[in-house]
């Protein structure tokens, strides 16, 4: 209910909106989809979708995209590194049962920040330390206020991510694929890889699990890769905490460019980093705001304002979306419709819309389907969400989950960054739309201090900063930004802490 949200359909008519019914703002789009792909293709074409969508709605959004001959389609807004699609699980997925969390003897956790990224997660964690003495390592960015005693914590950066991990499978003294070994040949070896390594072989039951950090990484294959050799050489399972809240789910749904639906690998089109650089003329947003959604920041604004038609499913309206979109489809939000979202254990969970949808608004699988038959595509004569889940789980039905990696070709050694290297965790209470609106989440010190930059005590003195300090803040020669300084001596010497996911962070 927030101010921004869109209650009528709306069209843009030269620089000026006006509001519309539904069959004209419907017909606009499919006439504009159209139009793009009679002038340029149907590579012209191409989807950016939340990870926090529907089944229903992501697997309609790749239909819709593939029936008109294009695999743009992507829900990683806010991945770097797609060199790994190839080799990627059909479904990324945590690798073990929830329940079975508590009853780890050890775990490594990768790059994930656990009481914000996922508290529920984290009070398992606890849960198998204090009630199980799990040893939990954690290799991440920074260090971590943990609710419970960790084995370790090796805090060496975004960089020091993919040099600790090398350790730890260095330290096991095994055989290592020949894509890994000039990596690992590159690293040194201390007590607490050795320690860490040792820890997971012995365990009855060890885990070893990426969080959105690592997700984010620019050497996120590698990490990927690294991950499932020591996972291999120690008997631990690997996994991912899936990103949004319905990721697993599009990847069952084919919402990724280089697979359809089930994980049957297709052609691959363009993935979000392409679209967010380069983007197709005719461009359809599910639930995206992109600027905040992704890792494109500022750019995705300059960006799809290059796009010719940009049709946007949304619940609300913002200004830099009226600069780039061309329709304005208002959607229900995800408490508004019906739909199914698959945890990160591949769990199945369908649910039915509990609160009225507001103004005009539709459920987002009703207007893709709508759209479908006004485009002419078979296969959108669907009667209700159920038939559109049993779709889907026809196309899944022989998945088989296995997140083991392999990469075909050699990964060079790492080579460390110079000056100060951002690290930008998601902002807890900014992962979506909702969120971002909610003006008591927005109040607690949690979010405000996600609205500062936080440095370690050795960079603050090295640019005579104290607490409360002002600075300007400028990332790959873009635009500055002005931040408040917080002296946190859990940063490492040479990191930033710059959150994203927020507008006073957008850079």
Same mark, same amino acid.
């Given at each position: 209910?927030?101010?921004?949200r869109l209650k009528?359909?709306?069209l843009r008519?030269g620089?000026?909106?006006?509001?519309?019914e539904?069959?004209e703002?419907? $017909?606009?789009a499919?006439?504009?989809?159209r139009?793009?792909?009679q002038?340029?293709?149907d590579?012209?074409l191409?989807?950016?979708?939340?990870p926090?969508?529907?089944l229903?709605e992501?697997y309609?959004s790749?239909?819709?995209?593939?029936?008109l001959?294009?695999n743009?389609?992507?829900?990683?807004l806010?991945q770097?590194d797609?060199?790994g699609?190839?080799q990627?699980?059909?479904?990324?997925?945590?690798g073990l049962?929830?329940a079975a969390?508590?009853t780890?003897?050890a775990?490594?956790i990768?790059?994930?920040e656990?009481?914000?990224e =996922?508290p529920l *997660?984290g009070h398992?964690?606890?849960v198998?330390?204090i009630?199980n003495?799990?040893a939990?390592y954690f290799?991440?960015?920074?260090?971590?206020n /943990?609710?419970f005693? =960790?084995?370790e914590?090796?805090?060496?950066g975004?960089?020091?991510?993919v040099?600790d991990?090398a350790? &730890?499978?260095?330290?096991?003294?095994?055989?290592v694929?020949s894509?890994l070994s000039?990596?690992?040949a590159?690293?040194e070896?201390?007590?607490?890889?050795r320690?860490?390594?040792?820890?997971?072989k012995?365990?009855?039951?060890?885990?070893?699990?990426?969080g959105q950090i690592?997700q984010?990484h620019?050497?996120? *294959?590698?990490?990927?890769a690294?991950?499932?050799?020591?996972a291999?050489?120690t008997?631990?399972?690997f996994?991912?905490?899936?990103?949004?809240?319905?990721?697993?789910g599009a990847?069952?749904?084919?919402?990724?460019?280089?697979?359809?639906?089930?994980?049957?690998?297709?052609?691959?089109?363009m993935?979000a980093?392409d679209? /967010?650089k380069n983007?197709p003329?005719?461009?359809l947003?599910l639930?995206?705001?992109?600027e905040l959604?992704s890792?494109?920041?500022?750019d995705?604004?300059n960006t799809?304002?290059k796009?010719?038609?940009v049709v946007?499913?949304?619940?609300f309206v913002t200004d830099a979306m009226?600069?780039?979109?061309?329709?304005?489809?208002?959607?229900?939000?995800?408490?508004e419709t019906?739909?199914t979202?698959v945890n990160?254990?591949?769990?199945?969970q369908?649910?039915k819309?509990?609160?009225?949808?507001?103004?005009?608004?539709?459920p987002?699988w009703k207007?893709?389907? &709508?759209l479908g038959?006004?485009?002419d595509?078979d296969?959108f004569? *669907?009667l209700?969400?159920?038939e &559109?889940?049993a779709?889907?789980?026809?196309a899944c039905?022989?998945?088989?989950?296995?997140n083991?990696v392999?990469?075909?070709t050699? *990964?060079s050694?790492p080579?460390?960054?110079?000056g100060?290297?951002?690290?930008?965790p !998601?902002?807890?209470y900014s992962?979506?739309?909702i969120?971002?609106?909610? $003006?008591?989440l927005?109040?607690?010190?949690?979010?405000?201090s996600?609205r500062?930059v936080h440095?370690?005590?050795a960079?603050a003195?090295?640019y005579?900063?104290?607490d409360?300090?002002? !600075?300007?803040?400028?990332?790959?020669?873009?635009q500055?930004?002005?931040?408040?300084? &917080?002296v946190d001596?859990?940063?490492?010497t040479?990191? !930033?802490?710059v959150a994203?996911?927020i507008?006073e962070?957008?850079?």
């Open positions: 209910y927030a101010a921004d009528k359909p709306m008519d620089e000026q909106w006006r509001e519309v539904w069959e703002a419907l $017909e606009a499919a006439t504009q989809l139009r793009v792909r002038q340029h293709g590579a012209s191409g989807a950016l979708v939340s926090n969508a529907s229903e992501l309609l790749q239909k819709l995209l593939r029936q001959g294009s743009n389609i992507d829900h990683r806010r770097i797609f060199s699609d190839e990627a699980p059909v479904m990324p997925w945590l049962d929830i969390i508590p780890l003897n775990a490594l990768v790059g994930c656990v009481r914000q =996922a *997660f398992r964690l606890r198998a330390a009630e003495g799990a939990l290799v991440h960015s920074h260090q971590q /943990l609710t005693d =960790a084995a914590q090796m805090a060496n975004v960089d020091g991510i040099t991990l350790a &730890v499978l260095k330290a096991g003294d095994v055989e694929d894509s000039e990596v690992v590159s690293v070896v201390t007590d607490s890889h320690a860490t390594f040792n820890a997971l012995q365990a009855e039951h060890a885990a070893i699990v990426l690592a984010m620019p050497q996120y *294959f590698l990490l990927q690294l991950a499932s050799a020591i291999d050489a008997g631990a399972s996994g991912y905490l899936t990103q949004g809240g319905n990721s697993a990847w069952l749904a084919g919402a990724v460019p280089h697979r359809q639906a089930g994980g049957q690998p297709v052609t691959a089109g993935n980093g679209m /967010l983007p003329a005719g461009l947003l639930g995206v705001e992109p959604d890792a494109a920041g500022q995705a604004l799809l304002s796009a010719e038609s946007v499913l949304t619940p009226k600069k780039y979109a061309t329709v304005l489809l208002p959607v229900g939000t995800h408490v019906a739909g979202w990160a254990e591949g769990r199945w369908s649910v819309g509990v609160a009225s949808p507001v103004g005009e608004s539709r987002a207007v893709l389907r &709508v038959n006004l485009m595509v296969g004569d *669907f209700s969400v159920e &559109v889940r779709e889907v789980q026809q039905q022989d998945i088989i989950l296995n083991v392999r990469a075909k050699p *990964f050694a080579v460390a960054r110079e100060l290297v951002r690290v930008a !998601v902002a807890m992962g979506d739309s969120q971002r609106r909610a $003006e008591p927005q109040s607690t010190e949690i979010a405000q996600a500062r440095v370690s005590p960079d003195a090295g005579t900063l104290s409360g300090d002002y !600075v300007h803040l400028t990332q790959d020669g873009y500055s930004i002005t931040l408040e300084v &917080v001596e859990a940063i490492p040479g990191t !930033v802490l994203s996911g507008e962070t957008m850079t």
